[in-house]
DNA sequence: GGTCCGATAGGCT
DNA sequence: GCCTATCGGACCG
């Protein structure tokens, strides 16, 4: 497939643990019929899972196959994945990587820096203003995403991705285990969870559920 | 600040 | 049937 600008070949060429770090600080914009919302992203969660990929990946919804539900993830890099989940909520990935892997990084969290009063106006429930975007739930809803947008162009109308200029150093820059994600693939083995140090609207870690009470 | 829990629908075994 | 890449409100400190 033929990039359509540098941050869109640099996806192609790259799968979501090495595109993690430069999708901190990266802006995505929305203009829908209300009017415009861009995030600057400051938490981002790698995902694989196809068994083309490097590493097993059990947490990833590729991991299985190419379903329905996923198959924008096997497509190639350049477009978003937006799913539903416990029954109320969507959650958005930027897909990477080549055609034939499923490849992406779930948008975890960001700073609404345009569109202040229209993202307000679809969270009514935040009280503060970290909190319109604290949340992978929570971006998406911001910034008016839903089950329509899934498979969308990043790099076209109404979607516009701008990718950091560097990734992070080091100082900035933090990774850990994954959010709500249990058993093998939760990620205590790999550092899947990219955020900016300190940032105020990353959102505040939860341990995954255990699937079973442990044993005493 | 932390922690518990209900809501609610679709995917997958 | 069971689990989920979650959120927000209730409650406790």
Known sequence: MHPVNADHNFLLHHHSVDAAPRLLGATLRHESDEGPVTVRITE?????????SDFPDPGSHGFRGKTNRNAVMFGPAGFLYVYFTYGMHYC?????GTAGTSSGCLLRAGEVIEGRELAKSRRAAAKKEVELAKGPARLTQALGLGREHNGLPVFESPLTLRLADAAPSPQHLSTGPRVGVSGPGGGHEYPWRFWLSGD?????????????????
């Open 44 to 52: 981002v969660e790698a995902y694989l899972g196809s068994q083309t």
């Open 92 to 96: 958005a990935n930027i897909v990477c």
């Open 200 to 216: 105020k609207t990353v959102s505040t870690y939860r341990p995954a559920k255990p699937r079973q009470a442990p044993a005493v």
